[in-house]
């Protein structure tokens, strides 16, 4: 049984055309008895409120599949976007966000973002917290086009 892609059934929170899996959160995963298995997650931010229905999700997930799920959270290492996969990334930037930046770190909201939609960097930040504090609104110059930047973490 592959427990990764039992988890990848689960969407995010916020951003349903990604799965938990690809953004990173799932650490590990194994089988620990015949009906028994361990999740080590690590959430991302804490701000979000959405990532405390996670651990509920995967629970309910695998007793569905009559499997008891234990979920742990580790908090260190710390999550960063950099563990999003580069799949993830451009399923993103298909659902009209900017994916985060590799390694940007905390300074990110300074760097020009690359519109999602004709990949223009000529753009420019609205507001630093979009529909959610995980994301901040841009707006692009060329082809006007609003867009949201998944923030770097
Ligand atoms: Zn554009």
Request: charged content about 25%.
């Amino acid at each position: 049984m592959n427990l990764l892609e039992i988890l990848a059934q689960i969407p995010d929170p916020e951003i349903p055309v990604i799965n938990i899996v690809e953004l990173g959160i799932v650490r590990e995963a194994r089988m620990t008895g015949e009906d028994e298995a361990e999740i080590i997650i690590t959430p991302t931010y804490s701000a979000c409120p959405a990532m405390y229905n996670i651990e509920e999700d995967i629970i309910k997930l695998f007793s569905g599949m009559g499997i008891t799920a234990h979920v742990v959270t580790r908090i260190s290492p710390v999550w960063t976007t950099d563990w999003i996969t580069d799949e993830a990334r451009e399923k993103l930037r298909e659902y009209g966000i900017a994916p985060p930046q590799k390694g940007a770190g905390q300074d990110h909201l300074d760097v020009p973002k690359e519109c999602p939609r004709c990949r223009s960097e000529n753009t420019r930040m609205i507001s630093r917290f979009g529909s959610t504090l995980c994301k901040a609104s841009y707006q692009c110059n060329d082809c006007l086009e609003p867009f949201d930047y998944f923030k770097c973490h």
